[in-house]
Nanobody, 123 residues
Framework: QPRLVESGGGLVRAGGSLRLSCTAVGYTFDTSAMGWFRQAPGKERECVAAISWGGDVVYGDSVKGRFSISRDTSNTIDLQMNSLAPDDTAMYYC??????????????????WGQGAQVTVSS
């Protein structure tokens, strides 16, 4: 059963750091784009960062300069989150495209989703 296995997240104080990891298991196309999205209660799901197999990246405007996405292998991505603020509190979801390689910031472009990892930033 193909799935996205997420790890990391948790509770941190404002100004702190957290790291999220996601591994795609059992997919046919390992070189498709992957990314992280987040959704806070009452808000729409938004792109945090996405990356291609070759390392092309896109970031959401609110995290530029603070978050960094990397792709260690064809099927594992990491999200390093620094200078966290209470507004970063949300459920973070790993996402993967079925075949397309280009990273895009639209949630509807991604066919596969993880269960989510909670990130809570206290003030």
């Amino acid at each position: 059963q193909p799935r996205l296995v997420e790890s990391g997240g948790g509770l941190v104080r404002a100004g702190g750091s957290l790291r999220l990891s996601c591994t795609a298991v059992g997919y046919t196309f390992d070189t498709s784009a992957m990314g992280w999205f987040r959704q806070a209660p009452g808000k729409e799901r938004e792109c945090v960062a996405a990356i291609s197999w070759g390392g092309d990246v896109v970031y959401g405007d609110s995290v530029k300069g603070r978050f960094s996405i990397s792709r260690d292998t064809s099927n594992t991505i990491d999200l390093q989150m620094n200078s966290l603020a209470p507004d970063d509190t949300a459920m973070y979801y790993c996402a993967k495209k079925h075949f397309a390689s280009a990273p895009t910031p639209r949630a509807r472009d991604y066919e596969y989703w993880g269960q989510g990892a909670q990130v809570t930033v206290s003030s």
